[in-house]
């Protein structure tokens, strides 16, 4: 056993070094100062994917220092009862938030640890933002030293000065004109209020909305947590005595939105879209924090190809010009584009439009924006699925030749017989865009003509939730899924145009699936950043599902109402959408190549509520097949030019082809097994407007015997392409050019 004397001399020598270390350490560091956290202040520069220059963007300009007195003592009582209420007690240092903060960093989770107000500061104002134990601890004994060397005021002023407010902001100075266009010195206390809470985050607190980044900071969220921040800090100055009783009043009475977004220099165009997708990537795949981002010295090479960029934004003004006419037409008004395109087997994004442009105003980024319904373009995740896993009932896969009844006010049934149910307890009816009797069609017939009610009852049938893993597999992402109910099917769900266009890229790779990209490389300091590998790349179906989808959407092409898309020249699948009262409207198409989405819909400025679309462009309806298809290929003509078609796969069949799928089982007859083959040009549109044969009993009948096709209220809603007059011939399988039906929605829901 060891001596007491040895104990406590042991004892005595490590108490000892620990304070020779801590001495040379509070020794060695220097205070900083504001113009310190200034000069740190650097560009961020993008690259196209060839290597030249897009654009030098940073808040190093946006920055100007104020002395405490130019502050208004509001705005300094205001971050003191938020954040730090013992700020002029207190050493400097909260030892117990950096415990906390090792102890997190230990266990590898969230190195956050309660900070006073100098702590904060000395982060402002530090050089390298690395979340390390050495890092840590230089930051105590430099906040130790700010503590002992700076008055409080001084300390105070410089955390002001240095904090990021946001839209570019650093510093109060720069953060007053930002969101209220005036000098520091003149905030209320209701503004100063307001500003505090941006400290907590203000990508989720600035009213304006960060969804480019995130989707959950949306404007709306944003406000809502703004106000209940900025309530709770004029409560705390209230509280301890900060704020008189009429001052309360009178700040709390209104809540002092800010002025709008301004465009910050050189992201104008689509430029300001192209750097924030790559920056939401660059924060999602790094320890990189927003701060640290804005305040610049990142080198970022991106997927995107400048000319293919320029081509997707001439191809949206080009139909715009011809189309729209705002100032004649107030149905006109508020209607927008977005857009993008993916390279399949490799899920780098080429090109995207995200809207208007920054200069404009417009700052959401409609390329990945979430909120705007697929409609039909959803269904060939349902004829994936129904080819990969077969319906309750089948034996087996089906092929797209087995018949579903394509009916209009259709009841649909469960998968124990019983029919879905409204909420009034009354059968729900599924409608189609027109009333046209098609009886029992095949699925290809049904995507051709995008007859809403064979894919209402073939998702029930598969299973919803066959249906959005399918999904989910090919890219997109599960927080976008609408209710996994009968409407699911029809596209109520609202994945971005970028999430569309990678999932239709999984059919034109086969079945591989590479999730979404726009960022190859980041630097810092000359040093590469990592996380920045391309994604790794899944089998998502099984190939020949995949290739029968697109086999099957080639005929929406080449027969259906996909047809303005046949001026592409060159072999594409692709499908159309259109959603209930005509909010919105969609084509996503691809080559072997490339793979394009667009959505075209209106919405309300001020609510951010869609709007319906009829009457727009002097049209009845605006229809996926129409504008959107028109988009897509003018911009695919321009994206695809100089390249070889290189044409898809021939499938192999797949399933077995169930005629009459639930009919009665009718008398033996020699019959033809249909084609596999699609048509290979539309036939002439029927003239005239001849009267139509009334429905055999085998066109109502459903699996579980014969429906009645009347009664019913508050049914599906219609979207979806519009349709000719039938003629008697038109229900055959092969060809046609019935511009189709489109797609209702359950209770009101989206179609398409």
Not at 149 to 156: P, V
Not at 459 to 482: C, T
Not at 599 to 616: H, I, Q, V, W, Y
Not at 647 to 673: C, H, L, N, Y
Request: charged content about 20%.
């Amino acid at each position: 056993m060891p001596s007491w004397k040895l104990v406590s001399g042991l004892c005595i020598g490590f108490f000892g070094s620990m304070l020779a270390v801590a001495g040379v350490g509070y020794a060695m560091v220097d205070v900083p100062s504001e113009g310190q956290a200034a000069a740190l202040s650097q560009n961020n520069v993008y690259y196209w994917s060839n290597g030249k220059q897009m654009v030098a963007t940073g808040s190093g300009q946006n920055r100007q220092n104020v002395t405490i007195d130019r502050i208004p003592e509001a705005m300094q009582q205001a971050v003191i009862s938020a954040e730090n209420k013992t700020f002029y007690k207190d050493r400097g240092v909260d030892p117990m938030g950096i415990a906390r903060a090792l102890a997190n960093m230990a266990r590898g989770g969230d190195t956050q640890g309660g900070s006073t107000i100098t702590q904060q500061f000395v982060k402002n104002t530090y050089l390298s933002q690395d979340q390390t134990v050495t890092r840590k601890f230089k930051e105590m004994f430099i906040s130790i030293k700010v503590g002992t060397k700076l008055s409080k005021d001084e300390i105070l002023q410089g955390y002001l000065n240095t904090s990021y407010y946001g839209r570019g902001a650093y510093g109060i100075q720069a953060a007053a004109q930002t969101y209220y266009g005036k000098d520091a010195y003149k905030l209320e206390p209701s503004e100063c209020a307001f500003l505090a809470a941006l400290l907590k985050g203000p990508t989720y607190y600035d009213p304006a909305g960060n969804a480019n980044l995130d989707t959950s900071a949306s404007a709306g969220a944003n406000k809502k947590r703004s106000m209940a921040r900025w309530g709770w800090i004029l409560e705390q100055m209230h509280n301890d005595k900060k704020l008189t009783d009429d001052q309360y009043q009178k700040a709390i009475k209104t809540y002092p939105m800010p002025q709008e977004r301004k465009a910050i220099k050189g992201m104008s165009g689509q430029i300001g879209y192209l750097a924030d997708t790559a920056k939401k990537y660059v924060l999602n795949h790094s320890n990189i924090t927003e701060k640290q981002f804005d305040q610049g010295g990142y080198q970022i090479k991106t997927t995107f190809e400048k000319s293919k960029v320029e081509a997707l934004t001439k191809a949206v003004k080009k139909v715009e010009k011809e189309k729209l006419d705002p100032e004649k037409r107030e149905l006109d008004k508020h209607v927008q584009f977005g857009a993008a395109s993916v390279k399949p087997k490799d899920g780098a994004i080429v090109a995207l439009y995200g809207g208007a442009g920054y200069e404009n105003g417009h700052f959401n980024n409609n390329a990945d924006t979430s909120g705007v319904p697929v409609g039909s373009t959803w269904k060939p995740f349902v004829l994936a699925a129904a080819m990969e896993h077969g319906t309750y009932r089948s034996d087996g896969p089906l092929s797209p030749l087995s018949k579903y009844n394509g009916n209009d006010h259709l009841k649909i049934r469960n998968n124990d017989g019983s029919y879905v149910m409204k909420k009034d307890n009354t059968p729900f009816f599924q409608e189609n865009e027109s009333d046209r009797p098609w009886g029992y069609i095949s699925l290809r017939k049904a995507m051709e003509q995008s007859v809403n009610t064979p894919f209402v009852q073939l998702g029930m049938d598969v299973g919803m939730k066959n249906v959005a893993d399918l999904a989910e597999k090919a890219g997109i992402l599960d927080s976008s899924f609408a209710g996994l109910n009968a409407s699911f099917a029809l596209g109520t769900s609202t994945p971005s145009a970028i999430r569309m266009a990678d999932s239709y890229a999984t059919f034109a790779a086969a079945g591989k699936q590479a999730a979404p990209y726009s960022v190859t490389s980041v630097k810092s300091n000359g040093q590469e950043v990592p996380g920045f590998e391309k994604p790794r790349i899944t089998q998502a179906m099984p190939e020949n599902v995949a290739n029968n989808v697109t086999n099957v959407l080639e005929n929406v092409i080449q027969n259906g109402t996909g047809t303005n898309a046949l001026s592409l020249g060159r072999t594409a699948a692709g499908k159309t959408g259109t959603t209930d009262e005509n909010k919105s409207a969609w084509f996503v198409g691809y080559t072997k190549q490339l793979s394009t989405s667009i959505a075209m819909f209106r919405e309300d400025p001020k609510s951010a509520k869609l709007l319906s679309m009829n009457g727009t462009a002097g049209e009845k309806s605006i229809h996926g097949g129409d504008t959107p298809t028109e988009v897509w290929t003018e911009y695919m003509k321009a994206a695809l030019k100089g390249e070889p078609d290189l044409g898809f796969p021939e499938p192999e069949k797949i399933g077995k082809i169930q005629d009459g799928v639930g009919a009665p089982t009718p008398t033996p007859t020699p019959s033809v097994e249909p084609s596999e083959t699609a048509t290979e040009s539309p036939s002439a549109t029927p003239s005239g407007t001849p009267s139509l044969p009334s429905p055999s009993p085998t066109d109502t009948c459903g699996f579980f015997g014969c429906d009645e096709e009347d009664g019913g209220t508050e049914n599906g809603g219609t979207g979806g392409e519009p349709s000719t007059s039938p003629s008697p011939t038109d229900t055959s399988e092969d060809g046609g050019n019935s511009r189709g039906n489109g797609n209702g929605g359950i209770f009101g829901g989206p179609a398409g």
